[in-house]
């Protein structure tokens, strides 16, 4: 891979370039999923950075190309998009990828999506989530409560 290339599609990602995204991709297909090495030396897919950087649009391009990379688990730090999303409390993103498939929680993982809305007082993201079914809610309000956020 040419990591030139790479960077200023990153680049284009955080930025919104919505057109060149979607050129990119499309002359390079592999790199919708292909983790990708960004200029901070974090190791995250085209998902990742989009999620992380609140860029919506992005987000649909990359489900309309390829649907199951609403799968992804992890980055390098074993975050999914999903939490990328909600520790930054991008709710229209957390939608997206709801609306797309993606895992929302179960008492089985500890840090689920919610108890990450919680941890970074994202109420609104808090509130969605527990409402299309994050049911490790327990767990989400008791971190809410021990950081502060909630009485």
Known sequence: MDQCAI????????????DKV???????PDW???????????????THVAADAGQNDIVRLLL??????????????????????VSKGHLDIVRILVDAGAHVGD??????????????????V???????????HHLALTEAARCGYVD
């Open 32 to 46: 919708i999923s292909t983790p990708l090495l960004t200029v901070d030396d974090q190791i995250r897919t085209a």
């Open 126 to 136: 808090l509130e969605y989530l527990l409402s299309v079914g994050d049911r490790a």
């Open 64 to 85: 309309r190309l390829s649907p199951a990379i609403v799968r992804e688990v992890s980055d390098d730090l074993d975050w999914s998009p999903m939490d990328l999303a």
């Open 107 to 124: 008492d089985s993982v500890y840090w689920t999506p919610a108890a990450i809305a919680a941890v970074y007082g994202h109420a609104a």
């Open 7 to 18: 960077h200023a599609l990153i680049r284009d990602i955080r930025a919104g370039e919505l």
């Open 22 to 28: 979607r050129a990119t991709l499309v002359a390079n």
